[in-house]
T-cell receptor, first 113, second 115 residues
Framework: GNSVTQMEGPVTLSEEAFLTINCTYT??????LFWYVQYPGEGLQLLLK?????DKGSNKGFEATYRKETTSFHLEKGSVQVSDSAVYFCALSPPNTGNQFYFGTGTSLTVIP | DAGVIQSPRHEVTEMGQEVTLRCKPI?????LFWYRQTMMRGLELLIY????????DSGMPEDRFSAKMPNASFSTLKIQPSEPRDSAVYFCASTPGGSMNTEAFFGQGTRLTVV
């Protein structure tokens, strides 16, 4: 089956600290992988994505690399800011499913000045 | 495009009342999803439509929940009768559909409180 497992939160970091949020997946075929971010009171919005093995998605200083051998898509940022405080969701979309998505449980990040 | 539009943004209702949540997907998108988000269960897929046809409604919690998509630009999620445990944020999302794995575009959600 298809599923996503991501790191439990909440995570609290000081500004300029390094961030890693782990995400592993189980999927049939070769899915596309996504990280979404949800700011307080808002809907989810795409942060980055990767559609095939070894692809690296990046946006706003965040990066994640599609690792087929370890079935992982860990999110990283070298220096977090207070404005990065949000909930982060890892997700996958299997091929040829009409864009069905499977989301992880979300990881809450708080960055303190 | 204005994105996925949901209404209302907030709804407070009494237990036993009927609640209808509305969603307008992005024009041209063929797939529409309804999700429910709670602290306890996170983000749960309730139902999704492809070309206005319900494809998978296995996430609908019980018969009190129903969803329709009468045309490509409108969908409703109805709860009748509502119960306090239905309190949650309900999100609608749409995608272009087909075989391309593009992103899902989410609305801002409807925060439902049943008292």
């Amino acid at each position: 089956g298809n599923s996503v497992t991501q790191m439990e939160g909440p995570v609290t970091l000081s500004e300029e600290a390094f961030l890693t949020i782990n995400c592993t997946y189980t999927a049939t075929g070769y899915p596309s992988l996504f990280w979404y971010v949800q700011y307080p009171g808002e809907g989810l919005q795409l942060l980055l994505k990767a559609t095939k093995a070894d692809d690296k998605g990046s946006n706003k200083g965040f990066e994640a690399t599609y690792r087929k051998e370890t079935t992982s898509f860990h999110l990283e940022k070298g220096s977090v800011q207070v404005s990065d405080s949000a909930v982060y969701f890892c997700a996958l979309s299997p091929p040829n499913t009409g864009n069905q998505f499977y989301f992880g449980t979300g990881t809450s990040l708080t960055v303190i000045p | 495009d204005a994105g996925v539009i949901q209404s209302p943004r907030h709804e407070v209702t009494e237990m036993g009342q009927e609640v209808t949540l509305r969603c307008k997907p992005i024009s041209g998108h063929n797939s529409l999803f309804w999700y429910r988000q709670t602290m306890m269960r996170g983000l749960e897929l309730l139902i999704y439509f492809n070309n206005n046809v319900p494809i998978d409604d296995s996430g609908m919690p019980e018969d009190r929940f129903s969803a329709k998509m009468p045309n490509a630009s409108f969908s409703t999620l109805k709860i009748q009768p509502s119960e306090p445990r239905d309190s949650a944020v309900y999100f609608c999302a749409s995608t272009p559909g087909g075989s391309m794995n593009t992103e899902a575009f989410f609305g801002q959600g409807t925060r439902l409180t049943v008292v």
